[in-house]
């Protein structure tokens, strides 16, 4: 299974989404959008390629 990236970038609410069950609706996760949302692709592809 592959994850396109640019894809992702584009629309990662969409992308990433996940079922809500478990969540605690008084303290949500953070939405994948405002995670990702200073990340480049250039910079995600350069932390695949060394990872830490």
Same mark, same amino acid.
């Given at each position: 299974?592959?994850?396109?990236?640019?894809?992702?970038?584009? #629309?990662?609410?969409?992308?990433?989404?996940?079922?809500?069950?478990?969540?605690?609706?008084?303290?949500?996760?953070?939405?994948?959008?405002?995670?990702? #949302?200073?990340?480049?692709?250039?910079?995600?592809? #350069?932390?695949?390629?060394?990872?830490?």
């Amino acid at each position: 299974m592959c994850l396109d990236l640019a894809a992702t970038l584009e #629309a990662p609410d969409f992308a990433l989404s996940l079922p809500p069950e478990g969540d605690d609706l008084n303290d949500p996760p953070p939405l994948p959008s405002h995670v990702l #949302a200073t990340l480049t692709l250039s910079e995600w592809q #350069a932390a695949l390629s060394h990872p830490r």
